[in-house]
């Protein structure tokens, strides 16, 4: 079955930055797009990045491009988020996720795991 483990998150000072990683496995990684979205309290889901097979194309949300870097390693079946810049609107719970369809990577998932927290102070 599919598993994915995100770890990375913490709480740092706005403009510092942070790497979040995801572990994928029971499933062929490097044949689908994979994303990341986050989910503060209160408030709904917001897609933040996606990356396509091949890491040949990224997607980013406005509210983060140019901030926030995807990228994959499809030998170790590894996802990463750099966040730089960090800033207190990026609070939230990042989850990592297999996008079910591309055309809609901002909110089509199939997938997702468990979190990490990310606090900006």
């Known amino acids: 079955h599919v598993q994915l483990v995100e770890s990375g998150g913490g709480s740092v000072q706005a403009g510092e930055s942070l790497r979040l990683s995801c572990v994928a496995s029971g499933y062929t990684f490097d044949k689908n797009c994979m994303g990341w979205f986050r989910q503060a309290p209160g408030k709904e889901r917001e897609g933040v990045a996606a990356?396509?097979?091949?890491?040949?194309?990224?997607y980013y949300a406005d509210s983060v491009k140019g901030r926030f870097t995807i990228s994959r390693d499809d030998a170790k079946n590894t996802l990463y988020l750099q966040l730089s810049s960090l800033k207190p609107e990026d609070i939230a719970t990042y989850y990592c996720a297999k996008v079910l369809d591309s055309g809609m990577w901002y909110y089509s998932y199939s997938d997702w795991g468990q979190g990490t927290q990310v606090t900006v102070s």
């Open positions: 990356t396509y097979t091949g890491g040949s194309t990224e």
